[in-house]
């Protein structure tokens, strides 16, 4: 299994961010895909949530209303978009999928916003 997010940078608050995960080595429309971020000197957050055939979403309250995850199958992608950016979005974004409770995890992305 190999994730490599990208698409990450640095933005104003209130821009637009639009992040991709290119994913790898196993069976991609049969997994779930999730988006992770992970603050400095904070803890790693789960931010959304889409299903293998991308009719189920969910998101972290932190970010409902601003962010959409969404899928290419046929591509092995997985993205996130990213609306009205607040400096507390600022984190290393982390693509992860699940198999048998065991996690996979991309390098991560960084994303910083400025106020």
């Known amino acids: 299994v190999q994730l490599v997010e990208s698409g990450g940078g640095l933005v104003q608050s209130g821009g637009s961010l639009r992040l991709s995960c290119a994913a790898s080595?196993?069976?991609?429309s049969s997994w779930d895909m999730r988006w992770y971020r992970q603050a400095p000197g904070k803890e790693r957050e789960?931010?959304?949530?889409?299903?293998?055939?991308?009719?189920?979403?969910n998101y972290a309250d932190s970010v409902k209303g601003r962010v959409t995850v969404s899928r290419d199958n046929p591509k092995n992608m997985v993205f996130l978009q990213m609306n009205s950016l607040k400096p507390e979005d600022t984190a290393v974004y982390y693509c992860?999928?699940?198999?048998?409770?065991?996690?996979?995890w991309g390098q991560g992305t960084q994303v910083t916003v400025s106020s």
């Open positions: 992860n999928t699940r198999s048998w409770s065991r996690d996979y």
């Open positions: 080595g196993f069976s991609f």
């Open positions: 789960w931010v959304a949530f889409i299903s293998g055939d991308g009719r189920r979403t």
